[in-house]
């Protein structure tokens, strides 16, 4: 399934397509999206492969990991049900293997176009002019709201049934003392302007 190269040209290593598309298998089972095709896991697989030849160790983990995966079942992985192949990437979880292609996979597979149109993501906004003006607050997505308007009428609101001062009371002014509709024109004193003069008091 997979071809290393001599020792001395351990950087010439190549998947075979069977290795790829037990790859493939292996994301598609690690990220599952039942609506996506395949093209996007497909593409991922490449993306892996490519980001694998920048490391002589990611070469080689993702070569013994591919290996390892057909060896802990007696059918090919790439044959297995969902929850069979479930079973065996966790047995493989902690594996330097399965953390590249986790790692990797978190990072690129959501930046594909395809696998946006089909999880309802319409994709940066800048480019089409914003989202202001293109529905960014519709709810299609949400059932219609159930709004019931009451037949009943509006009752008519009266006059208060207090009367309302329209000016200062008296400095000094004691509603005890004076009654609450004693009013004077004079302004209030500004409560926040501070005063130069400190009186003195008894203190305890």
């Not at 920048?54 to 044959?79: C, H, I, K, Y």
């Not at 089409?128 to 997505?141: C, E, I, P, S, T």
């Given at each position: 399934m997979v071809y290393p190269a001599k020792?001395?040209?351990?950087?010439?290593?190549?998947?075979?397509?069977?290795?790829?598309?037990?790859?493939?298998?292996?994301?598609?089972?690690?990220?599952?999206?039942?609506?996506?095709?395949?093209?996007?896991?497909?593409?991922?697989?490449?993306?892996?492969?490519?980001?694998?030849?920048?490391?002589?160790?990611?070469?080689?983990?993702?070569?013994?990991?591919?290996?390892?995966?057909?060896?802990?079942?007696?059918?090919?992985?790439?044959?297995?049900?969902?929850?069979?192949?479930?079973?065996?990437?966790?047995?493989?979880?902690?594996?330097?293997?399965?953390?590249?292609?986790?790692?990797?996979?978190?990072l690129h597979f959501y930046d594909d176009p395809e696998v946006w149109q089909a999880l309802g993501y319409e994709g940066e906004s800048f480019?089409?002019?914003?989202?202001?003006?293109?529905?960014?607050?519709?709810?299609?997505?949400?059932?219609d709201p159930r709004v019931e308007e009451s037949e009943e009428e509006l009752p008519e609101c009266g006059p208060l049934g207090y009367r309302v001062t329209t000016a200062a009371p008296k400095e000094g002014w004691n509603l005890d003392q004076q009654g609450a509709s004693e009013t004077t024109d004079k302004p209030f004193s500004d409560l926040f302007k501070g005063s130069d003069v400190v009186e003195t008091g008894e203190t305890a």
């Open positions: 020792y001395s040209a351990l950087n010439a290593l190549a998947l075979t397509d069977e290795a790829k598309r037990t790859l493939t298998r292996v994301i598609r089972v690690a990220f599952p999206h039942p609506q996506l095709p395949d093209g996007p896991y497909e593409r991922m697989t490449e993306k892996i492969v490519a980001e694998a030849e920048s490391s002589t160790w990611f070469r080689m983990a993702l070569t013994q990991g591919l290996l390892t995966l057909n060896s802990l079942s007696e059918e090919p992985f790439v044959d297995l049900p969902d929850e069979a192949a479930l079973n065996v990437l966790r047995r493989i979880a902690d594996l330097e293997f399965f953390g590249f292609v986790r790692r990797t996979t978190v480019s089409k002019g914003g989202y202001l003006h293109r529905g960014f607050d519709d709810l299609d997505w949400l059932p």
